[in-house]
């Protein structure tokens, strides 16, 4: 696609005024539309960034270029298949559906249309800023703890879905491995899972989004050393050989992984980039995974 990008949201919530506000920020793209089944919400969040409001879905869609997919993830893969059949690139908020037949579904679905699918993982863009996906090593083991406060918000889906599925998917993308062993336990509010991949990697997770304090860090065990890294303070301890980028915070990607991300779809939709930063064969293959640990755990 040439020229500049009508940018379209679908979902007036939170994470659809990030999103919203990126497309009136980034440049080659302009926020054109908003949709939202509450049409006054819609035009709450459109009127102030000089876009339309719409609650129809096909008079939404003909007056963009791209979506975003920002509803409750219980949408996420109604509303990409919708966008989808219109021939509409898709950026689709994590996770990308909730079940394996319906990420099959979106991913059918953009191939049909022959048009990009990405997912919104972007925890990716901070691995990628740090250079930690170009160790060129294979993890031995990877233990990751996400641990939020109580929320009325994301009760959609487990905590699975809501918060673990971000290391998930940085796990998944430090390996080719696949896994073949799945334990876990926990509720739908707190798990810990551990999953061990084909090639012997670990990879030990523990999620809770009822606690009392904010914690989030990540340990990777490579052949020749370790690396930890607290995601809240974004500080790391690198023992490994490979230099990592020490003021990564300072570099673009690393002050605003969303417009990173975001730029990064684009890039790919206006045949810039070979890819996006997390595709929908990556975010399904996420999803699968995050599943499992559902299932073992009897969520």
């Not at 690198?238 to 003021?247: G, R, S, V």
């Not at 992984?257 to 997390?278: H, K, N, Y």
């Not at 975010?283 to 699968?288: E, F, K, Q, S, T």
């Amino acid at each position: 696609m040439a020229g500049e990008l009508r940018g379209g949201v679908i979902g007036a919530g939170v994470f659809g005024g990030y999103h919203a506000k990126k497309y009136a920020d980034l440049d080659g793209v302009s926020l054109a539309a908003v949709f939202d089944v509450d049409l006054a919400r819609a035009e709450a969040l459109a009127g102030p960034l000089g876009a339309a409001a719409f609650d129809d879905m096909a008079g939404f869609l003909a007056a963009v270029d791209v979506v975003t997919v920002a509803t409750p993830a219980i949408y996420h893969a109604q509303s990409s298949k919708a966008a989808l059949a219109a021939g509409k690139p898709v950026y689709s908020e994590k996770p990308l559906a909730t079940t394996t037949a319906d990420a099959g579904a979106v991913l059918a679905a953009a191939e049909a249309a022959g048009v990009i699918l990405a997912c919104g993982h972007q925890e990716r863009v901070v691995f990628a800023a740090m250079g930690l996906l170009d160790i060129p090593e294979r993890p031995l083991r990877l233990e990751a703890v996400r641990k939020g406060t109580p929320s009325t918000r994301n009760l959609d889906v487990s905590a699975v879905l809501d918060l673990m599925i971000h290391d998930i998917d940085l796990a998944m993308a430090l390996t080719e491995a696949q896994p073949v062993s799945v334990k876990a336990e926990g509720s739908a509010d707190a798990v810990r899972a551990e999953t061990t991949f084909d090639d012997g990697y670990v990879v030990v997770l523990e999620t809770s989004r009822v606690a009392a304090d904010r914690e989030r860090t990540i340990k990777i065990v490579f052949p020749s050393g370790e690396v930890e890294i607290d995601m809240l303070t974004r500080a790391f301890r690198n023992t490994t050989p490979y230099a990592l980028i020490e003021d990564f915070t300072e570099t673009p990607a690393g002050k605003d992984p969303l417009g990173a991300s975001v730029g990064g779809f684009l890039a790919a939709v206006r045949g810039e980039s070979p890819r996006p930063v997390v595709t929908g064969e990556e975010a399904a293959r996420a999803l699968d995974l995050a599943l499992k640990i559902e299932a073992a755990a009897g969520i």
